[in-house]
Nanobody, 124 residues
Framework: VQLQASGGGLVQAKGSLRLSCAAS????????IGWFRQAPAKEREFVAT????????YYADSVKGRFTITGDNSKNTVYLQMDSLKPEDTAVYYC??????????????????WGQGTQVTVSS
C-alpha cells in the first residue's frame, strides 16, 4: 500500500490549502483514509477521516467547521480542504489508512498504513 500526500505549503492566517492523498496498492473497501498532524514538540494528533465505502466523516473538534475531508473513488484520492487556517494548524500532515471494524478504528491512532508527511505552515 502506498499513500502519497501532497499540497502542503506556506499560507497566511485565514487562508486556505487543499491537501491530497493518493492511495494505491489494494482495494480500500471497509477502510478509512484520514489525516493526522504533528507539530514540533507535540504528539501526533487525529485531524479527520473518511470511510471509503460509506463516506462517513469524522473530525477533530479543533478543525470542525474549517476543514472538510472528501474522497474521489475514481481516483483513489482523499482531499483535505483547509479553510480559515490558524497559526496553530502549523504541522506536518500525514495521510493514513486503516481497516475499520468499529467506530473507534476511525479515530486512530493505530492506522495500518502511513504516507510521508507534507508540511503546512500558517503565518500570523
Amino acid at each position: 500500500v502506498q499513500l502519497q500526500a501532497s499540497g502542503g505549503g506556506l499560507v497566511q492566517a485565514k487562508g486556505s490549502l487543499r491537501l491530497s492523498c493518493a492511495a494505491s496498492g489494494r482495494t480500500f473497501s471497509n477502510y478509512a483514509i484520514g489525516w493526522f498532524r504533528q507539530a514540533p514538540a507535540k504528539e501526533r494528533e487525529f485531524v479527520a477521516t473518511i470511510g471509503w465505502s460509506g463516506g462517513d466523516t469524522y473530525y477533530a473538534d479543533s478543525v470542525k467547521g474549517r476543514f472538510t475531508i472528501t474522497g474521489d473513488n475514481s481516483k483513489n484520492t482523499v482531499y483535505l480542504q483547509m479553510d480559515s487556517l490558524k497559526p496553530e494548524d502549523t504541522a506536518v500532515y500525514y495521510c493514513a489508512a486503516t481497516h475499520v471494524i468499529s467506530y473507534s478504528d476511525y479515530l486512530g491512532p493505530n492506522y495500518d498504513y502511513w504516507g510521508q508527511g507534507t508540511q503546512v505552515t500558517v503565518s500570523s
